[in-house]
């Protein structure tokens, strides 16, 4: 949290502004109602980030709840057999539930609880979120209630079911194309309804002001474990971090820790079927500025100027727009940026599952992809990336469309 000493580094500190900009992206953009909310939320987290109890009880639940630290593994199968860089994993797919977002929904329900709350609300695309949230209420005794979309519902039923098992509400949302977008609105509506006894629990380093900050400082720990593990095993830097994007919480959690260093950090988009509009979702390698989801960032536009449809296999990736700071860090030039397809990222998916012993979730097979394609040019270098989840939820899609991987 703020007092970890990485928290404390100068970038850290001055951004976002108290305001929510990094640069000129970010911000909040909300109705009015939806604004005081925010700002009570803001002042909560500042306020609370700094309490000594709540600092203590997230370190008390990083270690016995979730498993914290994950490890740093050396990819040493995969690397010999690239005969260039080495490729090292952070093994965010070891966290509780598999994945990193359970960083954030932890955090996230703990503030809740500080503040008084007593539901959690949010929508679930892929249902990834909703598991992770319905976690964290459980955990803490919270009423959860996720809205989702009903085509979605009918897609990913054994998340469906998972939140269900852990005590959530799931709201089905019918109106529109009944996926992710109308649930946003949906949960947000209910939210509004209500917003003295809930809290808004947001997925990613998206939305508006604060919760672009508060998720990357939430996921933060990411970056400050694997930097210090990352040291203790091989007595420097990484030359390279990379992490996929969709709205960029993984990849933020470990950058964060290296924006002051002489690190390269690559944030890799899913390009899906090809580089038309409609096929893919690298918002930040085709996007234009623009405000969605109530902040300003770089987003993919359809001709009316609206949230463009997007595809990617890995249904954590399909987002049209990213977090703010990664529109600024690129603007600035301190991050590049990569795009890899759904053929690469099942190529990937598959090396990790066979050299290594590892199932990848799709979504961390696109950072994998990255360092595999980069790994043979770079010898003697030493490639980081963060593997954000385990694919044990992508095992029945990737069987039924490519089989075993032989
Ligand atoms: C949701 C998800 C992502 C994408 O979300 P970010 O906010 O971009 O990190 C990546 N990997 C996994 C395993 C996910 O569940």
Not at 378 to 406: A, C, P, Q
């Amino acid at each position: 949290m703020n007092r970890d000493s990485k928290l404390a580094s100068p970038y850290l500190k001055s951004f976002p502004d108290e305001k929510g900009y990094f640069g000129t992206f970010g911000g909040s953009f909300v109705p009015e109602a939806v604004a005081i909310a925010m700002q009570e939320i803001n002042d909560a987290y500042n306020l609370i980030a700094q309490n000594g109890d709540f600092i203590a009880e997230l370190r008390k639940i990083r270690k016995h709840f979730q498993g914290r630290p994950t490890p740093v593994f050396f990819a040493h199968n995969l690397s010999k057999e690239c005969g260039g860089a080495g490729i090292y994993l952070k093994r965010e797919d070891l966290n509780h539930t598999g994945a990193h977002k359970l960083n954030h929904c932890m955090g996230e329900a703990l503030l809740a609880k500080y503040m008084g709350k007593t539901k959690l609300i949010a929508e679930t695309g892929a249902g990834q979120h909703g598991v992770a949230l319905a976690t964290a209420a459980a955990y803490f005794g919270l009423e959860c209630e996720i809205y989702m979309g009903e085509v979605d519902i009918a897609k990913e039923k054994p998340n469906v079911l998972r939140m269900q098992i852990l005590g959530a509400r799931v709201v089905p949302v019918n109106i529109g194309a009944k996926t992710l977008k109308e649930a946003v609105d949906k949960a947000f509506e209910a939210y509004l309804k209500d917003t003295k006894n809930s809290m808004y629990a947001i997925g990613s380093v998206v939305g508006p002001h604060p919760f672009p900050k508060m998720v990357r400082d939430f996921q933060a720990i990411v970056g400050i474990e694997a930097r210090e593990q990352f040291v203790e095993m091989t007595g420097e830097l990484p030359d390279v971090v990379c992490a996929c994007v969709g709205g960029g919480s993984n990849a933020m959690g470990i950058f964060s820790a290296f924006i002051e260093d002489c690190v390269e950090l690559v944030a890799v988009e899913p390009l899906g079927k090809g580089s038309a509009l409609g096929h893919h979702a690298a918002s930040l390698n085709f996007g234009q500025e623009g405000i969605m989801h109530g902040f300003n960032s770089i987003m993919l536009k359809d001709e009316s100027g609206e949230p463009a449809a997007v595809h990617s296999i890995a249904s954590g990736l399909d987002y049209p727009s990213v977090g703010p700071e990664h529109a600024y860090l690129h603007s600035i030039g301190r991050t590049k940026i990569a795009a890899i397809d759904d053929k690469e990222a099942i190529a990937a998916f598959f090396a990790l599952s066979r050299k290594e012993g590892i199932i990848p979730a799709l979504e961390s097979s696109h950072a994998l992809a990255y360092a595999l394609k980069i790994a043979p040019e770079l010898k003697g270098k030493k490639i980081l990336l963060n593997l954000s989840g385990r694919g044990d939820k992508d095992i029945d899609f990737v069987s039924e469309h490519y089989g075993y991987g032989n």
